[in-house]
């Protein structure tokens, strides 16, 4: 029902910036909350933004909060993650995710309340 790719992932060093993209097939993607997660090895994936369907809503991983934007555009079906200030502790494969989320699940970290998923983009930040 809807497809996700990731896209934009790189090797910068500390400081540096980046922009994900991430491209949905989806017939509504305004009906769908979208959220950037991000894995590193040896740990658990844990969420670093969210948008809410129409894009009035964001919400961010208290460490990537001053630094990240997530943003999205519905006429285009695209997702975005511009991140600035990179440090080698956000360095992680990167995954962008779809979900019809309820009320009480507004801005979900939790991975399984996602029900779609890209392949993954990896973000390398060196010192």
């Known amino acids: 029902q809807v497809q996700l790719v990731e896209s934009g992932g790189g090797s910068v060093e500390a400081g540096g910036s980046l922009r994900l993209s991430c491209a949905a097939d989806?017939?509504?993607?305004?009906?769908?909350?979208l959220a950037w997660f991000r894995q590193a090895p040896g740990k658990e994936r844990e969420g670093v933004a969210t948008?809410?369907?129409?894009?009035?809503?964001?919400h961010y991983l208290a460490s990537v909060e001053d630094r990240f934007a997530i943003s999205r555009d519905n006429a285009k079906k695209t997702l975005s993650l511009e991140m600035d200030s990179l440090k080698p502790e956000d360095t992680a494969m990167y995954y962008c995710?779809?979900?019809?989320?309820?009320?009480?699940?507004?801005?979900?970290?939790?991975?399984?309340?996602?029900?779609?998923w890209g392949q993954g983009t990896p973000v390398t930040v060196s010192s």
């Open positions: 995710a779809a979900a019809r989320l309820s009320i009480d699940d507004s801005h979900s970290f939790s991975p399984a309340k996602y029900t779609y």
């Open positions: 989806a017939d509504s993607i305004s009906t769908y909350w």
């Open positions: 948008i809410s369907p129409g894009g009035g809503s964001t």
